[in-house]
């Protein structure tokens, strides 16, 4: 639904999203959404005092259309 909204109501061309490499439940989560993975940033995030690394997502609204 909110991918839906973004791409209907919002007019947005791309919604992207972020999840720490140590999640894969979030991956399945937005690959569940037609979403690809964009790239790898490494230390990005703070965590319990131990920098993790984010695999951003992406979903172009014309493959989210097709799809």
Known sequence: MVVKFGF???DLNFINAAAMSRNPAS???MQKF???PID???K???KAGVY???VHYGLVKSDAIAG
């Open 8 to 10: 209907k109501e919002l």
């Open 27 to 29: 991956y399945k989560v």
């Open 34 to 36: 037609g979403m690809k």
């Open 40 to 42: 790898n940033t490494p």
């Open 44 to 46: 990005q995030i703070l």
């Open 52 to 54: 993790e690394d984010l």
